[in-house]
Structures are given as structure tokens and as C-alpha cells.
């Protein structure tokens, strides 16, 4: 049976729910998804265990949130100079 790198995106993209998401973030938000999704279908290709892929997502996750909170800061700074 073929595993599915989906179940390991949205674990961690469950985590974080798009509702009421502002248009300039959800282009960042889906270029992040789709590298989490070739990073998942990279490692199982690999035979990686299931151990070593939620790590490896965890790492790249972690990137991710640091972009993404630099993101909101920004918008946010904006939102306070309107």
C-alpha cells in the first residue's frame, strides 16, 4: 500500500486553519504546502520511516512559521500605521 504524503501536510497544516486568512497570506501558505507535499512524497519515495518524515516536516514546518509570523508582523504594521 502507497503512502499518503497528504496525511503529513495537513497533521501540521491542520494545526493552523485558513479561515479568515488575508489574500496576501494565502499565496505564501500554499507555496508552503505544496513543498511540505513534494518533501513528504520525497522522503517516502526514499522508504524513510514514518519517524523520519514527521521530523523532517517538523523541521521544515518550523522554517515556515518563523516566515509566516514575520509575515503577520508585517501585515500587522501595516495595519497600525492605517
Not at 20 to 49: V, W
Request: glycine share 4%; aromatic share 6%; charged share 25%.
Amino acid at each position: 500500500m502507497q503512502e499518503n504524503p497528504s496525511k503529513y501536510v495537513e497533521a501540521f497544516a491542520g494545526k493552523y486553519p485558513g479561515q479568515d486568512t488575508p489574500e496576501c497570506l494565502k499565496e505564501n501558505m500554499a507555496r508552503h504546502q505544496h513543498h511540505l507535499s513534494t518533501l513528504a512524497t520525497s522522503l517516502i519515495a526514499k522508504g524513510c520511516n514514518e519517524e523520519t518524515i514527521v521530523r523532517s516536516l517538523e523541521v521544515a514546518f518550523q522554517s515556515y512559521q518563523a516566515e509566516l509570523l514575520d509575515s503577520i508582523m508585517a501585515l500587522r504594521e501595516g495595519a497600525d500605521e492605517s
